[in-house]
């Protein structure tokens, strides 16, 4: 079975740029959760879909913008990119409630 | 400050135990979990336990909980090389936020021969 799998697995963009991340979770699973990993922060979880729905939400501006299609395949959006979102964005999937979350390789990003 | 803590070092030497110890403070928390993070890489998911259980086993490693104190520990033994890495406390809290985890800040763990 194929694990997470996330594409581009490295990103260089300049600042203002925007940038969409893309996530395809092990087959069946529903969920799907991203999260932002820097030296200075550690992983901070920035949302959570499951069945196309969002179902929670981190504390990250609304630069941070996400989505999920029905195949659960979930995609990630950046605008207005500033250096400070240089980071290595992982996106973990599960099965739901109750179910441990498998974690891709990330998208190391980045930012100019 | 974060909610999930973790001593930052450790450094054992090869054959010996290693034990990572962690702290949450949420009571409401229904799954912890221990990630193992090497360089350059994602995280992979070493083992878990629901909240209330006391202790999992699964080959080498060994989850210790006290639900009393919110501590979690995470026994590996016989530590070798190819043990070396960054170890991550993670906990989900409540039923309506089974898809959030909040980490720790990690336990860089080096195997020394």
């Known amino acids: 079975k194929a694990g997470v799998t996330q594409t581009p697995r490295y990103l260089i963009k300049t600042r203002g740029q925007q940038v969409t991340l893309s996530c395809s979770p092990i087959?069946?699973?529903?969920?799907v959760s991203w999260y932002q990993q820097t030296p200075g922060q550690g992983l901070q979880f920035l949302f959570e879909?499951?069945?196309?729905?969002?179902?929670n939400k981190g504390n990250f501006p609304g630069r941070f913008s996400g989505r999920q299609f029905s195949n659960s395949r979930s995609e990630m959006n950046v605008s207005t990119l500033e250096l400070g979102d240089s980071a290595l964005y992982l996106c973990?999937?599960?099965?739901?409630?109750?179910?441990?979350?498998?974690f891709g390789p990330g998208t190391r990003l980045t930012v100019l | 400050g974060e909610d999930v803590e973790q001593s930052l070092f450790l450094s054992v030497r090869e054959g010996d135990s290693s034990v990572i110890n962690c702290t949450y403070t949420?009571?409401?928390?229904?799954?912890l979990y221990w990630y193992k993070q090497e360089p350059g890489a994602g995280l992979q998911l070493l083992t878990y336990?629901?909240?209330?259980?006391d202790m999992k086993q699964d080959q080498r490693l060994t989850v210790l909980l006290n639900k009393k104190d919110k501590h979690l520990s995470l026994r590996i033994a016989d530590t070798q090389t190819g043990d070396s890495a960054i170890y991550f406390c993670?906990?989900?809290?409540?039923?309506?936020?089974?898809?959030?985890?909040?980490f720790g800040a990690g336990t860089q763990v080096v195997v020394t021969p």
């Open positions: 336990i629901f909240s209330n259980m």
């Open positions: 087959s069946g699973h529903r969920s």
């Open positions: 973990a999937s599960s099965l739901g409630q109750g179910n441990e979350q498998f």
């Open positions: 879909y499951f069945s196309e729905t969002q179902r």
């Open positions: 993670a906990e989900s809290r409540r039923t309506d936020s089974w898809g959030k985890l909040q």
């Open positions: 949420d009571s409401s928390s229904t799954y």
